[in-house]
């Protein structure tokens, strides 16, 4: 394996903080990346303490072991999607964990390999699956999506709906005559269509986002995440997520606000069958963003937002 790029942990101190963290507890780390927030947690636990981490990146997995081998047997890594966290904890008889953590989107290592194909400045073939249980390249959904699918999915990230379907178009045009499309030259038609527009991001940026989250089905997996989180997590457990802009944190936002209204059951079931108790309390009514110190050493941590709740109760 080629050597894996450093990253640096976002929200590191303010993350770890919020789980407060037992010794002997047992906690997951749900995209474990550069190992950052999960080498802070196994330093806060005792030899009983446990910790399973989830990647679905076979790289950062193999870049693990050496955390792994002086973990002490605490440490456990999964290669596999955070959304099949529940199932793969049943599989170790573990029913109810500490702490949950999840800082979302891609690691420096996976964006600036070019390989990869997630940045259009590091040229390389449009690939953007973050693992193997994606199922196509970037390259591939845009031959085989349909072309009003696809400019829906950038006008979800601000694209004006003209624009988006002209370069829905053109993509799919350019995806159709180049077998080895590159991120280069997806950029470059993005530039020639696609005008900045004036308090938002880059529209490559966007787009290369768009179809990012499309590859992955990054939304549906922290829907899934979070639905299924409640149910992994002991009473006083706490679940802690970072997102990296806005169409995540509002997914973020609105699963987390969800565990603490209070009845949960469906909108025209005529009795109450929940209890009506919220199953969870909000840690953070604002969201945690990161210092004036972090924001000037890691530009990647401008977009970034810490949410958190508590268990009050327990969710079969
Ligand atoms: C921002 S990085 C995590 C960095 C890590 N917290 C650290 O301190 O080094 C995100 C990682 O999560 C992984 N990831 C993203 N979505 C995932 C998912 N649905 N299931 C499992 N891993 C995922 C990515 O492959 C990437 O390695």
Do not use: W
């Not at 999607?81 to 049943?90: D, G, I, Q, R």
């Not at 800082?103 to 693992?131: C, P, W």
């Not at 995806?175 to 529209?203: C, N």
């Amino acid at each position: 394996m080629e050597e894996y790029t450093a990253h640096t942990s976002v929200l590191l101190r303010e993350a770890v903080d919020i789980l407060a963290i037992k010794p002997s507890g047992i906690y997951v780390d749900a995209t474990f990346g550069g190992g950052g927030h999960s080498a802070a947690i196994l330093e806060k636990l005792g030899p009983d303490g446990r910790l399973i981490a989830f990647d679905r990146d076979p790289e950062a997995i193999a870049h693990g072991q050496d955390l792994l081998n002086n973990s002490a047997g605490r440490l456990t890594l999964v290669n596999d999607n955070f959304s099949s966290l529940k199932e793969h904890l049943a599989a170790m008889n573990i029913l109810k964990v500490d702490g949950i953590l999840a800082d979302l989107g891609v690691s420096t290592h996976q964006l600036l390999a070019e390989e990869r194909g997630f940045s259009a400045k590091n040229n390389g073939f449009l690939d953007m699956r973050m693992g193997p249980d994606a199922a196509m390249s970037a390259a591939d959904l845009l031959r085989t999506i349909d072309e009003y699918q696809l400019a829906t999915l950038f006008m979800a990230v601000d694209e004006k709906p003209r624009e988006a379907r002209l370069l829905a178009r053109e993509m799919k045009k350019l995806a159709g005559e180049r077998p080895e499309l590159t991120t280069g030259e997806l950029a470059e038609l993005i530039q020639k269509i696609s005008m900045p527009h004036p308090g938002k991001k880059d529209p490559t940026k966007r787009i290369f986002l768009a179809l990012r989250m499309a590859v992955n089905g990054e939304l549906e997996a922290i829907d899934t995440l979070l639905a299924k989180a409640p149910s992994c997590l002991k009473i006083g457990g706490r679940l802690a997520v970072i997102s990296f802009h806005s169409l995540e944190d509002r997914h973020v936002k609105q699963g987390l606000r969800r565990l603490t209204v209070n009845c949960t059951c469906p909108p025209k079931q005529p009795v109450c069958t929940c209890g009506g108790k919220p199953m969870a309390r909000l840690l953070t009514k604002k969201g945690i963003l990161p210092g004036e110190e972090e924001l000037l050493n890691n530009h990647r941590a401008r977009s970034a937002t810490l949410r958190a709740v508590e268990m009050l109760r327990e969710v079969p």
